[in-house]
């Protein structure tokens, strides 16, 4: 069983207020800037305007979470998928370059679903290929942005970033979320590829590059079940 953060007890319960709180605020202020992107992606492409995918939030229970699209959904005219890159609207490379893409999220924050601060979610199927410690990210809410996002996402190893993930749950507190958040307005302010990066991933998918899942005792379960 995946252990409880050792921060003040008080503090997860303040922090669950002070996201509600300020995720409602943002909500409003940005209210016009969300229906300006929802209209321009409706007309610039076909396809729905949120993107939704199922991730796990904290203690592994799997959540919806909300973006707008970037992406066009249809293939191309021969019927072959597309690349990420190529099916990247232009709409969406300017929501991508500005997080606009990720204000929906402020909805999972009112659901208590998601933080401002904290480890992203990732891919359900990522679920099995945790390490015991690796698994303590998913031992508080996942974030809008998070201590790994500021400290290089997309260039980071995928062990650089869980170890980021697993630094920020054991020194959670009110001072280093409010560091975080600092460094996040900084790099989204200087289009940091923290933050604008998202057309392209460094590293593998992580069950290509560990193709083995982890059982719960820390071992490497035999080989044959990864697809």
Do not use: C
Request: aromatic letters at 8%; glycine letters at 6%; hydrophobic letters at 40%.
């Amino acid at each position: 069983m995946m252990s409880e953060p050792s921060a003040q007890p008080i503090y997860p319960l303040v922090k669950s207020v002070l996201d509600t709180v300020a995720a409602v605020v943002v909500l409003i202020l940005a209210s016009p800037v969300m229906l300006a992107a929802a209209l321009a992606i409706k007309l610039s492409s076909k396809g729905p305007v949120l993107f939704r995918q199922d991730r796990p939030g904290k203690d592994e229970q799997i959540f919806r979470l909300y973006k707008f699209r970037t992406m066009a959904v249809a293939p191309d005219e021969d019927g072959a998928g597309l690349s990420d890159a190529e099916r990247m609207t232009r709409v969406g490379e300017i929501l991508r370059k500005t997080s606009i893409d990720e204000l929906p999220q402020l909805i999972n924050i009112i659901k208590q679903e998601m933080s401002f601060i904290g480890p992203r979610p990732l891919l359900v199927r990522y679920l099995p290929y945790y390490s015991a410690t690796e698994r303590l990210r998913h031992t508080v809410r996942p974030g809008i942005s998070g201590w790994a996002q500021v400290n290089g996402r997309n260039t980071l190893t995928w062990e650089k970033k869980f170890k980021y993930d697993v630094e920020y749950v054991q020194r959670i507190s009110l001072a280093f979320d409010i560091r975080i958040l600092l460094l996040t307005i900084k790099k989204l302010f200087y289009r940091s590829e923290v933050i604008t990066a998202g057309t392209t991933q460094s590293t593998m998918a992580l069950d290509e590059e560990r193709r083995d899942p982890i059982t719960e005792n820390g071992l490497v379960a035999p080989s044959g079940g990864n697809p």
